[in-house]
């Protein structure tokens, strides 16, 4: 059960060693790309090379898609980021019932975002936990557990390296089942859905801030300033010396000022445009030093 890249190293990890994989849950197909047609999730797609029968219902709150589970007659179902809520009738239907690749070290960061508010909060390790589910927030008992560091990484690798290490945890744990352990009381925090709002960028931050913010969002949604009337994607940054107003450009390298310290962009992207150095952006687009950002 799971639905975007992340989860597919698992659902391969578990064809990989001769588990039969009775069926795959996936979000439903939605419109997406400029001609807005449906796409299928990455679990959707790889399910149906493998020869598994998908099944991508909108809600599993109804009798009739729970009664559907149920009579898959399922030793365990595993769950990675698959997007609906498991009710009480899906989570206790398998034998084994159901297991999460979650990608923190819980009990830190439960929740929707955990690794983008891992790199936020300035974490430089974290990991992925399987964990047997319950119907609270990742709040069910830990299984096995698996460190990564992340220090100077941006979303997009950690989530590449964890969907690895989540597939690698998850064969580890179906060779050799570890017994359950309660998660400590001490050590909870929440990692709540991303705004995209919380994509601009206040220059009136640090600039450690502002580099965590760029890398938390990258590649998507992008953090980004205004600039000339337009939305600038920051895809990537370095802390670099320099002081000034907050949002004020610094020198011809497009060095800019926060409110401690300042950051040099080394990926950049207009709208409509490929992902571009500063260099290749000022050729074309005038942000002399003193401009100030917004």
């Given at each position: ?51 598994i029968e ?37 989570l ?40 047997r ?150 050729r ?7 401009t100030?950002?917004?």
């Amino acid at each position: 059960m799971g639905s975007p890249d992340f989860a597919v190293p698992s659902l391969d990890a578990v064809v990989g060693v001769g588990h039969d994989v009775v069926a795959a849950y996936a979000q439903p197909p939605r419109p997406a790309g400029r001609g807005k047609a449906d796409r299928k999730t990455a679990v959707h797609l790889r399910a149906e090379q493998l020869g598994i029968e998908v099944r991508t219902p909108r809600t599993l709150r109804d009798p009739d898609e729970q009664a559907a589970f149920r009579a898959l007659d399922a030793d365990l179902a595993i769950v990675a980021a698959y997007g609906l809520i498991l009710p009480a009738a899906i989570l206790e239907a398998p034998r084994g019932r159901c297991i999460n690749v979650h990608a923190s070290l819980l009990p830190r960061w439960r929740g929707a975002a955990p690794i983008q508010r891992a790199i936020l909060a300035g974490d430089e390790v974290s990991g992925v936990t399987i964990m047997r589910m319950d119907e609270g927030l990742d709040t069910g008992p830990m299984l096995l557990k698996r460190e990564l560091n992340i220090r100077g990484k941006h979303a997009g690798q950690v989530t590449e390296d964890m969907a690895k290490l989540g597939a690698e945890a998850l064969h580890a744990w179906l060779d050799h089942p570890l017994p359950p352990q309660p998660q400590p009381a001490d050590g909870v925090t929440y990692a709540s859905k991303i705004d995209k709002a919380e994509a601009r960028i206040a220059w009136t931050r640090m600039a450690e801030e502002t580099e965590r913010q760029v890398r938390a969002f990258a590649p998507a949604p992008g953090a980004w300033f205004e600039a000339n009337g337009e939305r600038i994607k920051l895809l990537a940054a370095e802390l670099a010396s320099g002081a000034g107003q907050p949002g004020e450009v610094l020198d011809d390298e497009l060095t800019i000022a926060t409110a401690e310290g300042a950051i040099r962009p080394t990926l950049v992207q207009r709208a409509g445009r490929g992902a571009m150095s500063p260099q290749e952006l000022l050729r074309g687009f005038a942000l002399p030093p003193g401009t100030i950002l917004r």
